[in-house]
């Protein structure tokens, strides 16, 4: 702990200079994690209410010059963003620049409907290159955005992205910049977006919907002595932040009335991982982990969440008289004092991440039904044609899989079309955690050190969790004839991807 | 109140100054908020201007004479090192062959001990003398503190073990724009290479 500290303080910064159109000034570039508090003195928790993300809206082909047009009978849409530089008020009163998909953090939610093709043109007018990926798509291999330098879109020029939204079975997704050795800042800066594919068969569900399903983006942040977002590139542990964000916001509050609500919850953080509670230590219905909804709901009161997992959750608000001062706090209990990886759960130290203001009286109808989800795919380990070993190490202060550094010229395993394959993600030590991302489509947790998953980790999942010591099996067939090509698997610690502990994979007919 | 004017107008000029730019040029500004420029002051600490001395025995302020303004690629070694330096160096040297061709006279290379006791300017030149070194490669040794605090600015060590020095990590940079990134040393040639060229900001079509 004390290295880690030593580490922030050599992080102190004096030197000016000018935002220009601004006037801002900055001069001192200071982790506040040198004096150690915990969150940030300028930051008051529940003063702002939580923003929601706007959906975005289609527009007409016509107005892309020389975007794709398709005359296969599917249905396609067109979304355009805008990555911009924008100033945006996170501290109170305070100007802070940001990067985000239209300008905003974070960007506008996709809707997506399965059987629909979904076209997004990506205009860059940052001044660096991005590279967008949709996390949890099964997404043809040229709008993966699996950090390959030469897909990157460089300042001024524009990428049209192509989400077939098909072999699938729907769920929480998102999208956030992926550019190669840059990821960590990019996304720190604010390019993240939440992506939700949803289906007629979902729909048909009597879950919570419209204003009463609504996605919570938790990320951790730093700033510096100037309201502008600190991050040090020099880290490369991972990053740890002491202001905390929903949907943008710091430690936002958010008006509900006395009935079920639906939150899709996604760890945006670069390195933190967050324990989920509530504080009235009620339990809730998880309905749905990374790759979609689960068969059933399983009753917890609580789940842990690493960077790149989504989490979906019922929580019932009827059991609370609504009033001024029926509040209910979502709370974090996981301690984390570094990117090595969390520290432990603390039930008697909650930090509450937003909190829920019950005001209104309303009448619910929705339920959470026994049964959600009846197509998951079932993976065979009988039909499994091959079991590979990736293990996650460190070496002399660089991240490797199986020994080898990323690069992005070689593949590292080339999977058939339509076959099952197990996959062996091992730990290999060092007490640090890896939250392992693969590209392309879901996998089933068969056993974490032998035993079997529960709670979200047995719904499907693309993000798995190596804790220090542990060894994952995991399962998948490689479905999808319009995902041929090459995606990565890496950390998703940013900070470690950054430094390249990532693989390179493909899939061939 | 005054200083409040001078600050408007100072505004008022730098937008004024910009739209003159953009109507002569009719390109959009790239940076409009100082982004590269914020990025740098952000970083500047992170290298202490301590003075070092090269393979030459000539005294360099590290920040003033080796890093500022220019594109950097920076490995920590020792001479005596039979792990990992004995790769890494010859593997740097094909870099710097490849970007004195792509970006001649831009990349300085910098190669720091980590051994200054017995690394001497003497050592060190006889230690480049074995590799295909090249114009605008400093190999650095100084007073042991200043190296080890150059090293734990740059996040070059281990948080369980200071001592570890981290040969794997190779620190890439653009000190004008403040862009930073960190990869392996062993990394092959023709990636490092690339990412260089990337960092310097080439092009992707000069670079594909």
Not at chain 1, 195 to 212: E, H, Q, R, V
Not at chain 1, 411 to 418: G, I, P
Request: with cysteine; aromatic share 10%; hydrophobic share 35%.
């Amino acid at each position: 702990m004390t290295t880690r500290r030593e580490l922030l303080k050599l992080g102190l910064y004096g030197s000016t200079a000018m935002l220009h159109l601004t006037g801002l000034k900055l001069d001192t570039w200071a982790l506040s994690e040198n004096k150690s508090p915990k969150v940030d003195p300028r930051v008051t928790p529940f003063q702002v209410d939580l923003p929601v993300p706007a959906f975005k809206t289609t527009v007409s082909p016509a107005t892309l010059p020389g975007v794709p047009l398709f005359n296969d009978g599917i249905p396609t849409d067109y979304v355009s963003f805008n990555v911009q530089q924008t100033l945006a008020q996170i501290l109170p009163g305070k100007k802070t620049l940001v990067w985000g998909y239209d300008g905003q953090v974070p960007g506008p939610s996709f809707q997506a409907r399965l059987g629909r093709r979904l076209v997004a043109r990506q205009q860059n007018s940052l001044p660096v290159n991005i590279n967008v990926h949709h996390h949890g798509g099964h997404t043809q291999a040229a709008s993966d955005g699996s950090a390959l330098p030469e897909e990157e879109i460089e300042p001024g020029t524009f990428r049209d992205y192509i989400y077939d939204n098909d072999d699938d079975t729907g769920g929480f997704h998102w999208y956030h910049d992926h550019t190669l050795d840059q990821t960590g800042i990019n996304v720190f800066m604010g390019l993240a977006g939440v992506y939700i594919l949803t289906s007629d068969t979902i729909d048909a569900l009597n879950l919570p919907k419209g204003a009463f399903d609504v996605p919570l983006v938790v990320q951790d942040r730093a700033f510096d002595a100037n309201n502008q977002l600190a991050y040090n590139p020099f880290d490369h542990n991972g990053f740890i932040g002491n202001v905390f964000l929903v949907n943008g916001a710091v430690q936002p509050k958010f008006r509900v009335g006395n009935g079920k609500y639906r939150f899709r919850i996604l760890n945006g953080s670069n390195a933190r991982f967050y324990q989920i509670s509530l504080s009235t230590g009620r339990p809730f219905q998880i309905i749905g982990s990374d790759g979609g909804l689960l068969k059933a709901p399983i009753e917890a009161d609580q789940f842990r969440i690493a960077p790149g997992e989504r989490v979906e959750f019922v929580v019932d608000f009827s059991f609370h008289t609504p009033g001024p001062n029926t509040h209910v706090f979502l709370n974090n209990t996981m301690i984390q004092k570094e990117g090595r990886g969390p520290d432990g759960v603390d039930p008697t130290q909650p930090f509450p991440l937003m909190r829920f203001d019950v005001l209104d009286t309303v009448t619910d109808i929705s339920t959470v039904p026994p049964v959600l989800e009846t197509n998951i795919p079932v993976f065979n380990p009988k039909e499994s044609v091959i079991t590979r070993t990736f293990e996650f190490n460190r070496s002399q202060g660089a991240w490797q899989v199986n020994g080898k550094f990323f690069d992005p010229t070689r593949v590292d395993a080339t999977v058939k079309l339509n076959t099952t394959e197990i996959w062996r993600l091992r730990n290999g030590g060092g007490g640090w955690y890896h939250p392992v991302h693969i590209h392309r489509n879901e996998f089933q947790i068969l056993d974490r050190n032998g035993i079997a998953p529960t709670g979200a980790e047995s719904g499907l999942k693309d993000v798995f969790v190596l804790n220090p010591g542990d060894e994952i099996r995991v399962i998948s067939k490689y479905t999808g004839e319009k995902q041929l090509g090459r995606y990565v698997f890496h950390c998703h610690n940013i900070e470690h991807e950054d430094m390249r502990m990532m693989g390179l994979w493909e899939v061939v007919k | 109140m005054k200083r409040r004017i001078a600050a408007f107008l100072l505004v008022a000029a730098a937008v004024l100054g910009a739209s003159a730019f953009l109507s002569a040029k009719s390109t959009p500004r790239k940076d409009p908020y100082g982004y590269f420029e914020y990025r740098r002051n952000a970083m500047r600490s992170s290298f202490p201007d301590v003075v070092l001395l090269t393979q030459d025995n000539k005294q360099k302020r590290f920040y003033d004479d080796l890093i500022k303004d220019k594109i950097v690629v920076i490995q920590f070694m020792f001479a005596n090192c039979d792990g990992l330096c004995p790769r890494t160096t010859p593997n740097l040297a094909r870099v710097q062959r490849e970007l004195s061709k792509r970006a001649p006279g831009k990349v300085t290379f910098i190669s720091i001990t980590v051994d200054p006791k017995r690394d001497t300017p003497q050592a060190l030149k006889q230690y480049a003398s074995h590799f295909d070194v090249q114009r605008g490669w400093y190999f650095l040794t100084g007073k042991q503190e200043d190296v080890d605090l150059v090293r734990r600015k740059m996040g070059v060590y281990d948080p369980e073990d200071q001592k570890v020095e981290h040969m794997n990590v190779l620190t890439i940079g653009n000190e004008a724009q403040g862009k930073w990134l960190a990869m392996e040393s062993l990394a092959k040639p023709d990636d490092i290479t690339r990412t260089v060229l990337r960092v310097l900001g080439v092009p992707k079509a000069e670079w594909q």
